[in-house]
Each structure stands twice: as structure tokens, then as C-alpha cells.
């Protein structure tokens, strides 16, 4: 049964190994200067939230936010084992960073993509994210965590 929780100190390594497979397999190699972040997840993200989705007891995936403003979170470190996407594993862990946003208080959630990354342009759309523009080779995104009801 898969698991979603914030990521503890144990849980470090493991999504940091899992982030950095995830970086090489999309890009073809790792610059290590380019992600600090992931080498100090406690600290890199103490004023957000880092999850780890959990399969007994392994890391198979990461997600994260991080405040932007009072009303408004980014999503990022989204990533799922390259053996276990398609599982909706990727859905659980979106949905876990949507209702802890929800707690927070914030209102909008934002995110961005490579614009040539399809799989996860579309992975985005499905769950309800509204693409905001294309620019800089990134697809942007945003999600009304409280959208109001048609026609009210």
C-alpha cells in the first residue's frame, strides 16, 4: 500500500537518489550545482512541504511546495521511479500537496514544465491545472484550489 508522508531525515537520501535518476534520465546528465536543494531537503524547504510517496518503507516518489506568496504555493520536485509511473502514484502525491496547500491557506497553486515534455503537460491538464502561457521553454500552470461553484 502506497504512502504519502513528509519527508523525514531517513527518507533524505533515498529521494535525493531518486530525484537525481530523475534529472539524469531527463536531461542526460546531472549538474549537482544547479539542485542544492535536494542535498538539504529539511532545510531547503522548512518554510514549504516535502512528501515522499512510500511503497514499504522505499522512496518511489517526491513532490513539494514552496510559499510564493500569502495566497499562491509552487509546486516542485515532482517525481515517481521511472519503474512505477502510470501507477498513479504521481496523482497521490499532487493530491496530498493540494490539501496540505488548502491548510496553509493558500489559494492558487502554480508549476511549471519543460514545454516539450508532453507526458507532463498532460498529466497536469487531467488533474485540472490551466495552462497560463508558454515562455521561456517552460509550459506554466495554475490550479484554483478553492474554485468557485458554475454560475454562483
Not at 500500500?1 to 533524505?12: G, K, L, N
Not at 549537482?32 to 536543494?37: G, I, V
Not at 514552496?66 to 521511479?81: G, I, K, Q
Not at 508558454?134 to 490550479?143: A, S, T
Request: proline residues 3%; contains cysteine.
Amino acid at each position: 500500500s502506497i504512502t504519502i508522508e513528509p519527508c523525514r531525515e531517513a527518507f533524505q537520501p533515498e529521494a535525493q537518489k531518486l530525484i537525481e535518476a530523475y534529472l539524469t534520465e531527463r536531461w542526460g546528465s546531472l549538474n549537482s550545482r544547479l539542485n542544492p536543494d535536494i542535498r538539504a531537503i529539511a532545510d531547503s524547504y522548512r518554510e514549504g512541504c516535502f512528501v515522499v510517496a512510500l511503497d514499504s518503507g522505499e522512496v518511489i516518489g517526491t513532490g513539494a511546495i514552496l510559499p510564493e506568496t500569502d495566497s499562491v504555493a509552487r509546486v516542485v520536485r515532482m517525481t515517481v521511479a521511472k519503474a512505477r509511473r502510470g501507477e498513479g502514484i504521481g496523482r497521490k502525491i499532487l493530491t496530498s500537496l493540494c490539501e496540505e496547500a488548502q491548510r496553509r491557506g493558500y489559494h492558487t497553486l502554480v508549476l511549471e514544465t519543460t514545454e516539450t515534455w508532453e507526458s507532463a503537460i498532460a498529466f497536469y491538464t487531467r488533474y485540472g491545472f490551466r495552462v497560463l502561457g508558454r515562455w521561456d521553454g517552460d509550459c506554466h500552470f495554475e490550479l484554483d484550489l478553492f474554485p468557485k461553484e458554475q454560475g454562483a
